[in-house]
């Protein structure tokens, strides 16, 4: 068996209200995306916007971080190939030029009843189910967020008022959930990017997880002054917004950091007993474990959370894959058995 790894990018606009995808036409007229293989030294991103700027001439990005591994088998020549194919997506401006390449004979915009009746392929067919899913889920976190940052009332509040949403995939299955934003976060406006940031990302390679595949948010997203624990009032406030980020994300596992996220989504008081431990309850499993400040503040709770999230890795590891020789955490994958998408 030979394996391949290509990469792509579901391109889409919106054109007077509908969402459009964009396919390119193969001379047997079957419809694709813009996608190819991963040549050496390239990540999967690199591949998908110089596939994409190659085969229809539009120079983007992957938009938020939707990543989706399409998993396939197929003879050629006698030998079975297994590939696998690492999906992005990207919006366009709805008067974008589309340049094709000469391996295509044209070119065509599809809202996603068309699309699902066009496409061929079951994997195709649920690779757009999902993105239509995802974008889904963004827009309503991106309704939420609107409505959480005008939260400050008037008189009384100590907070910042420098909002802090979430971050990461909207359908990841992990998600984790700390105190609230520090002094760095509160001025890039982006969760875990102070020195507990730093410590959480290294925390999450060693859960062999990539950041950009879990969410990541907190109990209360104002900074509190002076760095100080947000008082029950403040919480009350913020709690009923984490709930329906849960209720968007729908994850599987939610990483408790630190005493005050133990409490309120437990009602844990001091979590020495339980952390490093799993407690399932409505359908979700919830891993506590300290919060990384703590282990800045105290340095032998380094080698603690060390353990944790080596514990939390191989309790997550039905969520990682093997892609172009190195371990990778989609948010989600599917898989097909004899067609491409």
Not at 174 to 186: K, L, S, T, V, Y
Not at 231 to 244: G, H, M, Q, S
């Amino acid at each position: 068996m030979r394996f391949e790894f290509s990469s792509g990018m579901l391109v889409y606009r919106m054109k007077e209200g509908v969402r459009e995808f964009l396919f390119l036409k193969k001379a047997n007229g079957r419809l694709d995306m813009p996608k190819g293989h991963i040549e050496k030294g390239e990540s999967a991103q690199e591949a998908a916007i110089r596939e994409t700027r190659e085969e229809s001439g539009i120079e983007t990005r992957p938009s938020g971080f939707f990543r989706k591994d399409v998993s396939y088998r197929f003879l050629e020549k006698g030998i079975m190939i297994k590939k696998r194919v690492t999906m992005f997506m990207a919006e366009v401006p709805a008067d974008t030029e589309v340049r094709i390449s000469d391996e295509h004979a044209g070119y065509e915009w599809l809202d996603i009843k068309k699309a699902l009746k066009r496409v061929r392929f079951k994997n195709a067919k649920d690779l757009l189910r999902g993105v239509e899913g995802y974008i889904g889920r963004e827009e309503k976190m991106d309704s939420l967020n609107s409505e959480y940052m005008k939260l400050p009332p008037a008189e009384g509040w100590e907070l910042s008022r420098n909002f802090v949403p979430g971050e990461g995939a909207v359908d990841a299955r992990i998600m984790f959930i700390g105190q609230a934003p520090g002094a760095e976060e509160d001025i890039s406006r982006r969760p875990f990017t102070g020195r507990s940031g730093r410590f959480l990302d290294r925390l999450l390679r060693i859960a062999r997880l990539e950041r950009g595949s879990v969410y990541i948010t907190s109990v209360v997203q104002f900074f509190p002054p002076k760095n100080r624990v947000p008082t029950e009032a403040e919480i009350a406030l913020c709690k009923p917004f984490l709930k329906r980020q849960i209720e968007i994300v729908e994850p599987k596992i939610i990483v408790l950091l630190g005493a005050l996220a133990a409490r309120e989504m437990l009602g844990i008081e001091g979590i020495s007993k339980y952390r490093g431990e799993t407690i399932e309850r409505d359908g979700i499993k919830y891993f506590v474990s300290l919060h990384p400040a703590a282990a800045i503040r105290i340095r032998k709770n380094i080698r603690v959370m060390e353990r944790d999230f080596r514990k939390l890795g191989r309790i997550a590891g039905g969520n990682r894959k093997r892609h172009n020789g190195r371990r990778v955490t989609p948010p989600s994958s599917s898989s097909g058995t004899v067609s491409p998408p």
